[in-house]
């Protein structure tokens, strides 16, 4: 029997739920379980849940955004920075939301391997450095 | 000539006898005394035609060796100036280049040493404005963590999101 990949598992089972109800979709993800044990596959669970992430962010047009700032702001602050991200990457955002006081005050956004720094920290590294030429 | 014989009462005998003798004793003479002699002088004149040779050899080595002697002597004389006038020149010319040597070490020492004074000054400088720079953003830092609200920080983030020019890493 052909050994079937990771990306195959998680593209079936991204086919297998996309269109059902709650009720379906804990039987489809119950006989997924058993296909992955049947197959002594379920050590590769993490793994198929994380390209079916990405298998599931591609197709619905969702893109996973890291944000970090100083301090927790306004959901209406958040609300503005998820629709000014839908503006520039035309998707949706699922934003995951960081604190770090290093940071001072502004933002740091970051997706897939595109990050972007406008914080107070990073714009006085840049005066410091400018400084010191 | 029996007259004469008889006024000299010549005996023909005794002058026969006389003859004899006479001519023994010149044998004798001639044997023991005139031929050694004889012989003796000729081997003393040529001693001293040798001897006189040998003083006249003598003396032309003499002044031909003189001669010699002072031939070399100006010859040694001209090797002498010529030695010590190449020793004067070669004098002369490593002393110059002595000197040559000294201003060029002197001119790259000096030069070294502006050099690395530049850089001493440059290098102090530089820590200078680093000293300056850094309190300066360390007090910048506190000030903007006392001042900075999060009405302020919001504003901040609202303000970016209108650059067009954000800085992507």
Known sequence: ?133 | MDELIKTFHIDWRLLVAQLVNFGIVLFVLWKFAVKPLSRMMNNRTKEIEKSLEDAKKIEEDLVKSQKQREGKLTEARKEAQAIIQKAQTEGNKQGEEMVDRAKAEVTTIIAGAKEQIAQEKSKMMKEVKSEVVNLTMETTKKVLDKVVSKDIDEKFIKGSLKDKDLPFD
């Open chain 1, 1 to 133: 029997m052909k050994k079937i990949t990771i990306k195959q598992y998680a593209e079936a089972l991204y086919q297998t739920t996309k269109s059902g109800s709650a009720k379906a979709l804990k039987e489809v993800l119950q006989n997924f379980v058993k296909l992955l044990v049947k197959n002594k596959n379920l050590k590769l669970a993490d793994k198929i849940i994380t390209k079916f992430n990405q298998i599931y962010n591609q197709h619905e047009k969702i893109e996973e955004v890291e944000i970090i700032t100083h301090q927790k702001l306004s959901g209406q602050t958040y609300q503005a920075i998820s629709k000014w991200l839908e503006g520039i990457l035309k998707k949706k955002i699922y934003l995951t939301k960081i604190i770090n006081q290093k940071l001072m005050g502004g933002f740091i956004i970051k997706y897939q391997d595109v990050v972007l720094d406008s914080s107070m920290l990073r714009q006085l590294n840049n005066l410091h450095n400018f400084l010191l030429k």
